[in-house]
């Protein structure tokens, strides 16, 4: 069971003046644009496979993780972005790093004697820090494939969909695609790396 403890300030990927200056928005674009900033945002994290009811594990926050019944090699993190861990306590006892438990990318080994070995407790309560600092911690491949997205947006907000392929004299259908839910391949290529794919 995760519980975020210290919610995220903001969940924007990009900003107005970033996406301003960079994107030429006009005066008229500029209408509306906070709520499609965290529009594409939300779209990004959830083609990454990172969007909660919460928010997106992508913005800096506070979980507490509950681990049951934790027996085995290791615990893996439920949030793997940039975890720093706060404080470990299983069955009442606060750990000590190093000497306790070490973690090991997203995976957090049990020590004893200078070793390793298995976790073994009703209940390991884990503290820690996760995701980026926005903007200044956010890898600029993210808010690149965010800006991407929020472009499309723009573009597709007078229209539900666009064209994939049109009619001539009934040899070919038109088919449409939703443009707001798609993610542009350019925009998948920059975010490929930071995708958490489940099996």
């Known amino acids: 069971m995760l519980t975020v403890t210290v919610v995220p300030t903001s ?17 008229a674009d500029l209408e509306g644009a906070a709520a499609l900033i965290t529009e594409a945002s939300a779209i990004v994290a ?5 969007q909660h009811d919460t928010g997106h594990e992508f913005a800096a926050q506070t979980v507490e993780q509950i681990e049951e019944d934790a027996c085995g090699d290791s615990i893996l993190l439920d949030r793997d972005i940039n975890p720093a861990i706060t404080s470990v ?23 004893s004697g200078g070793r390793r070995t298995a976790w073994c407790a009703a209940e390991v309560v884990i503290t820690y820090t996760t995701g980026y600092t926005l903007l200044a911690g956010l890898p600029r491949e993210i808010e690149r494939a965010t800006k991407i997205v929020l472009q499309q947006l723009f573009a597709s907000r007078t229209r539900e969909s666009q064209v994939r392929s049109e009619s001539v004299d009934g040899v070919v259908a038109v088919t449409y695609f939703g443009e707001r839910e798609s993610v542009p391949q350019e925009a998948q290529d920059l975010l490929k790396p930071f995708r958490r794919v489940f099996v």
Do not use: I, N, Y
Not at 46 to 50: A, D, H, V
Not at 100 to 106: M, N, V
């Open 46 to 50: 959830s083609w990454c496979g990172r």
């Open 89 to 111: 306590v299983e069955d009442g006892v606060t750990l000590t790093p190093d000497t306790d438990f070490r973690r090991d990318g997203s995976r957090l080994q049990r020590r």
């Open 11 to 27: 969940l924007d990927l990009t900003d107005l003046t970033t996406a301003q200056r960079e994107l030429k928005l006009s005066q």
